[in-house]
């Protein structure tokens, strides 16, 4: 039963590092850089809705909406302020910019909240599943994360195979000066992605607070480079294989918290992260087709 | 239709282009040729506005679109077909046309319609992954994807390039349809015969400066262009 059990919280957690990592996929599928600020975004949307929640007595999905409405404007502006005057710059330019941004938002919060830890009250308030006569439980958090993992990945997927906006990304991020030339504005494409990444991480936020509730201006930071991990492991730039990453993610880290060693789980995490990269240095789905000449 | 007034183009410090000046008359075919590394890409790119002269400008139907972003200049009616095709290798055929009628989705049925019986190939391909296709069936997708927009100025750059002879032939036999059906047709190519056939005018290119112009069957006579792209 602990197995069941296990896998179940695995794929919980899992489902989170998936909706962060999706964001970071898109945007680097986009515009080909890893927006390390990702994570703080997290941090950003849950003080938002645990503020408008505690403070202003707000309906938890009404927060969860608020939440969504910042880290949005948020992830649009980071983007036109850091990124976009780089766009012609070294990756690695860019790359020192991101990490910049990211402790400019977490040093922020610490002014703002300081660093003792908030209690984040859960927005999902059902009472937790029990089978097998109370041998197992699922909490009703984990059920409302998959669930939100589900539909997030079936909307994605339906949003860049059929409309014109997520087409439109597909190829920018195949092609810039192509798509240019199709008559897309680049510029703005990357800020939609930007947008869209973003709100999944508002979304995310609040669902990692709600399982694991303390708040703090670094709460963002560890989820984010597991998400990105798990991105990379699943093959970066793919939207499948961010979902995958994410899930397989979760799940070698419960397991090896509780059948191998908790202090140990997040160095099996990366462990298993380079033997795959080793392995098949695109993730798990990653591809590379190239021109015909 | 389109002018091109002693523009100047840089790489960083690099000096591609050299007070280039050059025009398309409407319904006409102008060859641009030249060695490689003349500068015959960066003149289109500059043209569609991929890049930007730092002096100099360029009109399109009485317009100066010197600093027109490229996305723009789609529906005012240039298309550019860039070396190397640049198709959208993860996309498939349909969806590749698709992206071509982008700023244009009112006729897309037709315009589909129209491209797929100028290119059969495409047709029996259209759900087919872009990156699977042969090189010569991605430089048709490349045109027909280019054709979407309905262009009045449809720029190619070395649409020959790596094909076999017979396919070259289609290529050019097409371009010969494209421009009966009305549209205006500036060329870039290395395959300079071919080229100087078909052309109602044409300009040579060499490190960055136009060194000769002419109408095609003029310069495919000129000695200099016989000895320096005609094989003698
Ligand atoms: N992105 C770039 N950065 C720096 N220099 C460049 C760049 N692109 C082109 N150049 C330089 O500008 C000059 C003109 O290049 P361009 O691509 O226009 O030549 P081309 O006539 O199209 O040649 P080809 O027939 O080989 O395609 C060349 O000297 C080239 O090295
Ligand atoms: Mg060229």
Redesign the interface.
Known sequence: MTFLSNLINGISLGSVYAIIALGYTMVYGIAKMLNFAHGDVIMVGAYASYCTMIYLGWHPLLSILFSIVVCTLLGVIIEAFAYKPLRRAGSLAVLITAIGVSYLLQNVALLIWGSTPKVFTSVVNFEPLSFFGGKLTITAESIVTVLACIVIMICLTLFTQKT?IG??M??VS??K??????????NTTISITFAVGSALAAVAGVLLCSSYPTLVPTTGSMPGIKAFTAAVFGGIGSIPGAMLGGILLGIIEIFSKSYISTSLSDAIVFAVLILVLLIKPTGILGKK????? | MLKVDNINVYYGKIHALKDISLEVNSGEIVALIGANGAGKSTTLKTI???LHSKTGSITFMDENISHT????L??KGI??V?E????????SVL?NL???A??NGRNIKDNIQNVFERFPRLKHRKNQ?A?T???GE?QMLAMG?ALM?QPKLMMMDEPSM?LAPILVEQIFDIIRDLHKAGTTILLVEQNAEMALRIADRAYVLESGEIKLSGTGSELAKSDEIKKAYLGG
Request: hydrophobic share 35%.
């Open positions: 014109k087409k439109a597909r190829a195949e092609d000066d192509a798509a240019e030339l199709m008559g897309i504005n680049v087709i190239t021109e015909k000449v | 569609s506005g991929l972003e490229a996305y723009k789609v529906s298309a550019h860039p190397g095709r640049h198709v959208f290798l993860q996309m969806e698709e992206m071509g982008y700023t992954i990156g296709l042969s090189g991605q994807r927009s790596g």
